[in-house]
Every structure is written in structure tokens, then in C-alpha cells.
């Protein structure tokens, strides 16, 4: 079997003519195949340099003609233009083209229309498929790789038809992307729309909806103070993105701001360089500190993790954090009193050992992180997932609206504190909102402790602000 492939501009009089020529052969012969690439002048420079690039073949002009020996075990023999397709017909089958120059034109023409006319199809087709926009940073953050799957578990986004994913690294090696873009598609997601990988800032954000920003991971500058440098970087990147955000993203996006650094200072800094979002469409990721604090719980009571509920986390997320347990819950314990799988108990009262409480469980939680990633050689993404998870499902109207989450979000003055600092406090979602919870009593240790994080947050702030001004 003879297989050839010929491509060229829809407009060019000499593809119309290898055209026909290759028709006639293929309606003449039983063993002669022919593949047609027809393009628009716009696509042929770079289909054509792309194309002779991986093949390693030289040729400038259209059409170009090559015999594929996948058979055979090679790859594809260039045979040239018209003039080398033409030779070769006329010494292998003894047929040659007599078409007039007239006839080419019309040919190319026709050619050409058809082509833009497929083309307006194509697009028109595209308008009708609406997915849901989702854009991921830092997209080779291990979390990243964990996470991706779970965007398209039952229950996260189920009124989304289709998703298109767009992953962002900036300055990452464009090669480790499109492994992970290439991974992805062989999940073969019914709801998986497309996958996009972008490396630059240049498209950042168009049209998004759902925001997860992992960045965690910042170069070193010499001759600068560790922590002025870390700040000056988050401030310079997120001040960038809250601009991108503010023009490309739509009006009503959700941002989650995740990872181990700054994470209330990079919240603030979004709301304040996308002016045009509402503030209650950004939070940070206290939800894996919550979580790590009902993990050291239930092993102490002797019940899951899952047992455990209703966890407050205040203050600095990645600071000067405050672990709440006023209000947490615990079910299926096995105590004095028992009762039916939805019976709980306050926590408070069953544990009984006040000293743990006060130090060893605060030590635990606070150290939780860099044990498990000392264990595992490793940063500590199946448990950062989950509470990315558990607050999408809660956006997207799946979850209970008493269940409590730990977030960051701007404060407006609620329990006394600050207002305009990105603060973690308890909300809880409805209908697609969250509300700050507000039968939480703060006594005079708390507010204490509430006072310092609160102190913390102004100075990172204020560092920050002392940054941008040094840069200027």
C-alpha cells in the first residue's frame, strides 16, 4: 500500500492541481492512499515549520508531499512539491496532469472558502460548549498532581457540564507541563473539557472562575534578609495576579489562596490589587490546620478523624495561629455515655488531660507538617487536597450549612478585630456564600492570642508595603 500525505494553503493554484492528480491515483489504484492537509494561509508558516522540525525536513513553500513508512517501520519520506510529486507519479504509475492554469485558480479558490467557511463552523461550534474555567499556580506543586483528579469527583463541580483546566507555572520547563497536561487527558474525565499549560503570565487568568494558587516556593536573593526577601517575591507576584484577576477573570471568581507561606498576606494583597471582585470571593486555606488538630484529637479520644468536627483555627494562618476548641465535637466516642451514630459529645469534656491540651497538643499540631514531610521526603499535598476539596464542594452548594470551616477571609471588624487584615475565622457556607459565624465567645485568653496574630498580620503587611516602596 502507497500512503501519501499532501498539504498546502487552501489558496495555492499548485495544491488544488496535486489535488486532483492525487484523486485520480487513489480512484486508479487499489493500493494508492492519499491524506489531504488543507489550511488556511494563516495556519501554513508555523504548521509547515513545526511539521519539518520534528521531522527533521528541509522545505519553504506549499504544497509539500510525503510518503508515510510507518509500515515499514520508518518514519516519513519527503518527497517535496508539485514538481517532485509530479515526477514521482509519472515514473512509478506512468500518469501525469494536464489541468489548465484557469482551472488551478478556480480550484484554489473554492479551496479557500470552503475552508474559512469550516472554520467559522468550528468556531461557532466552540460558542456553544461554555465550560467552567479553572486555573491552578504552581501546577508542578505536588499538590497539584493530588488535586487535578479530585476536580472531577461526584460532588465538587456537578452542575458543570465540562471543565477546561488551565495550569500555570511561571518559569517552569514547559516539558514538565505538558507531562502533567499529557497525564491528565489519559484520565479520560467524561466532565475534562481541555487542558491548557502556560509558563508566562501573558494569558493568566482570562475567563476564570475557579482560582487555586499553590505557590509556595521562592528564589533566593543574596545579600538579603531571609524574610524581607520572601515577602518582597509573594508581594511582587501577588500584587501581579490581583491585577490579572481584577481585568481577565469573571466577576464572580472564587479564589482559594493555599501552601505554608504568607498565606493571609497574599490574600490581602489579591483584594486589594482586584479592586473589582467582590472581597468575599477571596480565602485562605486554614482548613489543613484544622484538619491536623482533629487528627491528634481522635487518636487521643481513640475515634477517626472524621468523628471529630467543629475545629475553629484563628489568626495567621501560616503564623501566629490560635487552635479553638470551644465548639468541636466527637462522635462515636466510647465513654460513659453512649448513644446512636449521631450522638456527640463536646471534646472539651472528654478529654480530661488539661497539661496535654495546653502543650503537647499545641506542640503536635504546630510540628505536624514537618513530620509528616520528614517521613514521607515530601510536602504534605493529600491532606492540603482535602481541604481544597471539602471548601469547593461547600462553594458549590454540597455540604451542610452547620458544617464549620476555618478560612481566611477580610475582616470587617467581627469579634473585635482588626478590620481590613485577611484573619482566619469560622464561617460557614450557604447557598453558595459563606458567613462568619457569630455565637463563638471569645474570652480574655483568646482575645489575647487573637491580638498577637492580629499584630503579626500588620507587620507582615507593613513589611510588604516598605517592599514595594524599596522596589520603586
Not at 483528579?149 to 456537578?158: E, T
Not at 486554614?286 to 487528627?295: G, V, W
Not at 455515655?337 to 499540631?365: E, H
Request: aromatic share 8%.
Amino acid at each position: 500500500m502507497a500512503k501519501f500525505v499532501l498539504a498546502g494553503k487552501a489558496n495555492c493554484p499548485y495544491f488544488a492541481k496535486a489535488e486532483l492528480l492525487a484523486d485520480l491515483l487513489q480512484r486508479s489504484l487499489p493500493k494508492f492512499s492519499i491524506h489531504k492537509l488543507c489550511m488556511h494561509p494563516n495556519e501554513w508558516q508555523q504548521w509547515l515549520e513545526t511539521t519539518c522540525k520534528e521531522n527533521g525536513w528541509q522545505h519553504e513553500y506549499s504544497p509539500m508531499i510525503w510518503r508515510e513508512l510507518i509500515n515499514r517501520g520508518g518514519k516519513g519520506m519527503l518527497l517535496g512539491g508539485f514538481s517532485d510529486f509530479l515526477e514521482h507519479v509519472q515514473a512509478y504509475y506512468g500518469i501525469t496532469s494536464d489541468m489548465t492554469t484557469e482551472l488551478m485558480m478556480k480550484i484554489a479558490t473554492e479551496n479557500l472558502l470552503t475552508r474559512e467557511l469550516c472554520m467559522k463552523e468550528e468556531v461557532y461550534h466552540q460558542s456553544l460548549i461554555k465550560p467552567l474555567h479553572i486555573w491552578i499556580s504552581s501546577a508542578l506543586n505536588p499538590t497539584c498532581y493530588i488535586l487535578i483528579p479530585q476536580l472531577f469527583a461526584p460532588g465538587v463541580f456537578r452542575d458543570a457540564p465540562t471543565i477546561s483546566l488551565h495550569l500555570l507555572d511561571v518559569g517552569a520547563i514547559e516539558e514538565d507541563l505538558q507531562g502533567v497536561r499529557m497525564e491528565t487527558e489519559d484520565l479520560a474525565l467524561p466532565q475534562l473539557h481541555k487542558v491548557t499549560v502556560y509558563t508566562e503570565l501573558d494569558q493568566a487568568f482570562q475567563q476564570a472562575h475557579f482560582i487555586i494558587l499553590l505557590d509556595d516556593s521562592w528564589p533566593e536573593c543574596g545579600g538579603e534578609d531571609e524574610e524581607e526577601s520572601k515577602v518582597r517575591k509573594v508581594s511582587e507576584r501577588y500584587e501581579q495576579y490581583g491585577r490579572l484577576i481584577d481585568e481577565r477573570a469573571h466577576k464572580n471568581v472564587a479564589v482559594i489562596v493555599a501552601g505554608n507561606t504568607l498565606v493571609n498576606l497574599k490574600c490581602s494583597l489579591l483584594l486589594e490589587n482586584a479592586p473589582s471582585v467582590d472581597s468575599g470571593h477571596f480565602v485562605g486555606m486554614a482548613t489543613q490546620l484544622e484538619y491536623e488538630a482533629r487528627a491528634h484529637i481522635a487518636q487521643k479520644l481513640s475515634v477517626k478523624t472524621a468523628d471529630v468536627t467543629d475545629v475553629i483555627v484563628w489568626g495567621n494562618i501560616s503564623g501566629s495561629s490560635h487552635v479553638d476548641l470551644q465548639r468541636a465535637k466527637v462522635f462515636q466516642y466510647e465513654g460513659a455515655i453512649w448513644g446512636p451514630s449521631d450522638f456527640s459529645q463536646p471534646v472539651l469534656k472528654m478529654i480530661y488531660d488539661r497539661k496535654w491540651l495546653q502543650t503537647d497538643f499545641l506542640n503536635l499540631v504546630s510540628s505536624q507538617r514537618a513530620t509528616v514531610a520528614s517521613k514521607s521526603q515530601r510536602a504534605t499535598a493529600i491532606s492540603a487536597t482535602n481541604g481544597i476539596i471539602a471548601v469547593l464542594k461547600a462553594w458549590n452548594c454540597n455540604s451542610s450549612a452547620e458544617e464549620v470551616f476555618s478560612l481566611g477571609i477580610l475582616s470587617t471588624g467581627q469579634y473585635n478585630l482588626p478590620a481590613g487584615v485577611v484573619f482566619s475565622m469560622p464561617v460557614s457556607f450557604q447557598d453558595g456564600r459563606w458567613s462568619v459565624l457569630s455565637d463563638v465567645i471569645i474570652g480574655d485568653e483568646m482575645r489575647a492570642k487573637l491580638q498577637i496574630a492580629a499584630d503579626q498580620l500588620r507587620e507582615e503587611k507593613d513589611l510588604a508595603s516598605r517592599t514595594r516602596k524599596d522596589t520603586a
